[in-house]
Structure formats: structure tokens, C-alpha cells
């Protein structure tokens, strides 16, 4: 069975922080490389970061410094802890296996806004 369970987004001042939380399948996250998505309105889906099932990590350019992403291997679970949010970050955030599964979580919304 596929799930992916995404939450801890919510509205956030410039600046503020975010811890977000997801659970996967066992399917999916079992030894896998395991990645933070997201999409803004009007914008494609894009990959924020990734971390290996040893932990170690890759975050996209715009998100460096500033978001850690983690992993409980024992749980299937996965943590990204985003830090000096932006407006910029907003975003429906979600996360899947890298390269992605066609299943897809519902998501976790997150706004950065004064």
C-alpha cells in the first residue's frame, strides 16, 4: 500500500520557521533516497531537497542554509526544518521517493506572509 502523509505547514510571518513531517509506506521510503517537494501557484512542482537513506543531503540552491531535511529510517518518517521563511517559500510542500513515485500525498500547505 502507498501513502504518503504530509503536515506541520501553516501561515507564517517573514522570517519565521516551519517544522514539516511527513510518513511514507514502507514501499516507498524503505531504503530509498527520499525528497522534499514543492509547488507555488501558477509554478511546476519542484524538488527542494533530498537526503539518502545514510542521511546525507542536497537542497536546491534557493533553500540552502536556511531548510534541513532529516529522517527517521526506524519510523519511515521525514522531517524538514525551514528556518528565515520567505514569501518566496510558499508553497503546497510534499514529499515523495527521488526520482518521484506517480503517487503523490495531498500535501502541505505553506504560506509566508506578513
Known amino acids: 500500500q502507498m501513502q504518503l502523509v504530509e503536515s506541520g505547514g501553516g501561515l507564517v510571518q517573514p522570517g519565521g520557521s516551519l517544522r514539516l513531517s511527513c510518513t511514507a509506506s514502507r514501499s516507498i521510503f524503505n531504503g530509498n533516497i527520499m525528497g522534499w517537494y514543492r509547488q507555488a501557484p501558477g509554478k511546476q512542482r519542484e524538488l527542494v531537497a533530498f537526503?539518502?537513506?545514510?542521511?546525507?543531503?542536497t537542497y536546491t540552491n534557493a533553500v540552502k542554509g536556511r531548510f534541513t531535511i532529516s529522517r527517521d529510517n526506524a519510523q519511515n518518517t521525514m522531517y524538514l526544518q525551514m528556518n528565515s521563511l520567505k514569501p518566496e517559500d510558499t508553497a503546497v510542500y510534499y514529499c515523495?521517493?527521488?526520482?518521484?513515485?506517480?503517487?503523490w500525498g495531498q500535501g502541505t500547505q505553506v504560506t509566508v506572509s506578513s
Open positions: 515523495n521517493r527521488y526520482p518521484s513515485t506517480a503517487y
Open positions: 537526503s539518502t537513506p545514510g542521511g546525507s543531503t
